[in-house]
């Protein structure tokens, strides 16, 4: 998250965000869970209060929860019962560390002209074969929504163009229908890659 709004909206709503009525992405998380080993080491991008890092070491991954939030980081601390990384996407600099990286509903806060970089960063960040997961509200312009939270609204196409562009294989997108915070209908695009 670089957008001034953006952040400002998770500082001064984090314990309301971090409170709310979400159903964890379940399927998401299994399918993702499955291409690793167990106990593979993952890294989750925007990890907001903590759920799904909760549920992926509920089934014994080595996660590494990081939010550039602060006061997100606080409350999935207090969940976790562990430290959380207060770091932005653009700050992701380690080298073949992690086995898979999950950004459920995060990078689509990454303004499109830094999405290269943070994909090449995520790209580095994976051990040779590694997976990635990230899920983005589809769309074709950027824009801010009610909240004045950031998003880069992204269709499936250049997507799939940004992602092989950057390096990555086996790329595969699915769209389907949902909501989001702000609970109006929202059509999302789901991704799956790797090194």
Not at 6 to 19: C, G, H, K, P
Request: net charge negative; proline share 5%.
């Amino acid at each position: 998250m670089s957008d001034e709004p953006t952040s400002s909206f998770y500082r001064d709503n984090a314990a309301t965000y971090a409170a709310r009525e979400r159903t964890l992405p379940i399927r998401r998380l299994d399918a993702f869970l499955s291409k690793l080993e167990p106990g593979a080491a993952i890294l989750e991008l925007g990890c907001g209060a903590g759920h799904d890092s909760a549920y992926m070491l509920s089934k014994g991954f080595d996660v590494t929860p990081t939010d550039g939030s602060a006061e997100l980081a606080a409350d999935a601390e207090t969940l976790l019962g562990r430290p959380v990384e207060i770091m932005r996407f653009e700050e992701l600099d380690e080298n073949e560390a992690f086995d898979g990286v999950w950004a459920e509903a995060s990078l689509l806060h990454v303004p499109r002209a830094q999405l290269p970089n943070v994909f090449a960063r995520i790209l580095r960040a994976l051990k040779p074969g590694g997976h990635f997961h990230a899920t983005f509200k589809a769309g074709d312009d950027e824009g801010h929504d009610g909240f004045g939270r950031y998003y880069n609204y992204l269709s499936a196409e250049l997507l799939s163009d940004l992602l092989s562009a950057a390096g990555w294989h086996s790329v595969v997108i699915s769209e389907g229908d949902g909501s989001g915070y702000d609970g109006k209908p929202t059509r999302w695009l789901s991704m799956r890659a790797q090194k």
